[in-house]
C-alpha cells in the first residue's frame, strides 16, 4: 500500500499590487527626453558646414528699410532659385569687410541686368551701424540683418567677410573666406552664369 499524502488547495493569494508611482514614470520621462535633446544635438552638431558642392541652407531675411526682394521686404533664399546668388556675410565693425565692399557693390551694378543675386548678411550688428554703414558706401544691392545669427550658424561662418557663390540650383560652387576681390568675382559670376 502505498502511502499518500493528502493535499489540501488552498487558494493562492494574488500579491498585493503596488500602487503607481508617478515620480519614477515622470523621472523616466526626463531621461528619456534629455537623451533625445542630446541625440539630436549630436546629429546637428556633426551635419556639418555646408560645403562646396552641398545645397545651400535656406533661410529667410526680412531686409532693412527700403531694400526688397521682388517688391517684398521678406524672402527666402529658395525665392531666389533660379539665379546664381553671391551671399556675403559683414558687419559694420569688420575692417576687412571695408576692402571689399565698393568691389561688391561694382560687381552687384556690372551684373544685376543678367539675373545675378547679391544679398549682404549683416552678422550680430546694430541695424543703425548696419545702415550707416551701407550709406556710407552707397551700397545698392539687397541686405537683411542676422537676428540672432541663425542664419550665420546655419553656414557656419569663421568670421567676417565670408562669402558663399551659390548657383542656379541653389549648391555652393565656392567659399571665400575673407574679402573677395574683382578678379575672384569675375571668374566665378560668369561661370555660374554659364551654367
Request: with cysteine; charged share 20%; aromatic share 12%.
Amino acid at each position: 500500500m502505498t502511502d499518500t499524502i493528502p493535499t489540501t488547495t488552498t487558494p493562492v493569494e494574488a500579491a498585493p499590487r503596488r500602487p503607481i508611482r508617478w515620480s519614477m514614470i515622470a523621472l523616466w520621462l526626463a531621461v528619456i527626453a534629455i537623451l533625445a535633446v542630446l541625440a539630436w544635438g549630436l546629429l546637428n552638431a556633426t551635419a556639418g558646414r555646408p560645403e562646396v558642392g552641398q545645397a545651400a541652407p535656406d533661410f529667410t531675411v526680412e531686409f532693412f528699410n527700403g531694400y526688397e526682394w521682388d517688391a517684398r521686404p521678406v524672402a527666402d533664399l529658395s525665392d531666389m532659385r533660379g539665379r546664381p546668388v553671391v551671399l556675403n556675410f559683414w558687419a559694420s565693425w569688420c575692417v576687412e569687410c571695408r576692402y571689399e565692399t565698393d568691389v561688391l557693390e561694382q560687381t552687384w551694378l556690372k551684373y544685376r541686368d543678367d539675373g545675378v543675386v547679391f544679398l549682404g548678411v549683416a552678422y550680430a550688428d546694430v541695424e543703425p551701424n548696419s545702415i550707416a554703414y551701407m550709406k556710407e558706401f552707397g551700397v545698392t544691392f539687397p541686405h537683411a540683418p542676422d537676428l540672432g545669427t541663425d542664419i550665420s550658424q546655419d553656414y557656419e561662418i569663421t568670421g567676417v567677410p565670408e562669402t558663399f557663390f551659390i548657383d542656379k540650383d541653389g549648391v555652393i560652387r565656392h567659399v571665400q573666406i575673407g574679402a573677395v576681390d574683382e578678379q575672384l568675382l569675375d571668374t566665378i559670376i560668369p561661370q555660374m552664369l554659364a551654367e
